[in-house]
C-alpha cells in the first residue's frame, strides 16, 4: 500500500465536498470530466493525485477558483503536516 500525501486528501476531499455541495452524483461528475467513477472516487479518498490539467477541469465543472480545493478546516488542520512533507 502506497502512502497518502496530506495535501492529496485534502484536495480530493474539497473536490467531494464542493460536489455534494451541488448535489451532483460521482457518476455524473465523473462523465464530464471524462473520467470513470472509480477513479474520481480514489481521487476524491486522496488516493490518486489530480493532475493540474484534471484539476481545471473540476473548476469549471463545480464552478470554483484552483485555491477552493486547498482551503477549509482540513487544510487549516493538515497545514503544519504539509508544509514538512518531504517531495
Known amino acids: 500500500m502506497q502512502n497518502v500525501n496530506p495535501?492529496?486528501?485534502i484536495v480530493g476531499g474539497n473536490v467531494r465536498l464542493r460536489r455534494i455541495q451541488l448535489g451532483l452524483e460521482i457518476?455524473?461528475?465523473?462523465?464530464t470530466l471524462g473520467i470513470n467513477d472509480?477513479?474520481?472516487?480514489?481521487?476524491?479518498?486522496?488516493?490518486e493525485r489530480v493532475g493540474a490539467s484534471?484539476?481545471?477541469?473540476?473548476?469549471?465543472?463545480?464552478?470554483?477558483a484552483p485555491g477552493f480545493f486547498f482551503e477549509?478546516?482540513?487544510?487549516?488542520?493538515s497545514a503544519e503536516v504539509a508544509l514538512t512533507y518531504e517531495i
Open 7 to 9: 495535501i492529496d486528501m
Open 27 to 31: 457518476a455524473a461528475l465523473a462523465e
Open 38 to 47: 472509480t477513479r474520481l472516487q480514489a481521487m476524491e479518498a486522496g488516493r
Open 54 to 64: 484534471l484539476l481545471v477541469e473540476i473548476c469549471g465543472a463545480l464552478k470554483v
Open 72 to 77: 477549509g478546516p482540513a487544510a487549516n488542520a
